[in-house]
């Protein structure tokens, strides 16, 4: 038994659709209906009739709807009372970060936070995307890292929160260079000759981006997928060894750029994608208990955005 499998069942009780669920609880559809029968696996029976439309739940689904509700109150208010000893925490502001900007953008734009806001203290949890917006919006972090693409908005209601543009980035390809300092592998590729291709898996943010790239290249890219993964730096370890080309946020490439251990793999300009990366919160007039220190780096932010806040997610 999991909770969320109880938090999506109430969801469906409410919206009494599995698509409408599915988009208020990040997830894919076919994902939130696993969950569902994961539900009913545990339960030992069905708890949606679905022979209806609008959904409706089985006389069994009304039962567990009423207990679960008050479950998910007792939990909520259990973590309320637990929160409350961590006076001490006031100032530990909790992070939720996708992989690629964990490994890559966050330390060194931490280490210039605590040039201009000394004692700055933090945590930080490394997620995948879905997994970090969840973090978010189940309220187990005070802020949110992540990549936007008009193409690939993340679902966050705009009135319930808010973000602010910390900067921009730049998916590309790139590969480990060979003895003359040329791209062991690049794009297009040549006819009867596949490029071995180090991919994100299935879901992965990213990867939805590359497959836009490929979508607007304009010529065939002769890619063969020959491994996959859902982090950005697990590509990049891969290409670095010289077993393929990958794309990757050109921040998270810097430094083995200037020592030339990995080199574009693609003529300047093509063949990329432009991302912003952004931070998000909930809207402090929503929230039950907010952070100074969160309003205090949340206010730096937007000064030294020239305090833009970007009102749609």
Known sequence: METKWLEDFV????????????????VTQPAFS????????????DLVDRSSYPTRLTPAGETLLAQAVELLAQLQATRNMLLSHQATDADMLAFAVPHALAFSFFPHWLMELRK???GFKCRLGAFNVHDAVLQLTEGHCDLLLAYHHATQ???LDPERYELLKLGDDTLAAFARPDADGQPMFSLPGRKGQRIPFLAYAENAYLGRLV?????QAGVPLLLEALYE?????????????????AFLPASSVKRDLRARRLTPAAPPGRFELQMELRIYRERPELKKRTKPAAR???DFLAVRSGGESIAKP
């Not at 696993?34 to 029976?45: F, P, T, Y």
């Open 11 to 26: 969801s469906l009780a409410e919206t009494r659709s599995f698509s409408r669920s599915a988009q208020a609880r990040h």
């Open 296 to 298: 205090q780096l949340w």
């Open 229 to 245: 993964t859902d982090m950005a730096e697990g590509l990049k370890a891969m290409a670095l060894e010289g077993h393929g080309l």
């Open 211 to 215: 497959e836009i790239i490929v979508k």
């Open 116 to 118: 201009q806001l000394p």
């Open 34 to 45: 696993r969950r569902i029968q994961s539900l009913e696996a545990w339960a030992g029976m």
């Open 153 to 155: 908005p993340l679902q």
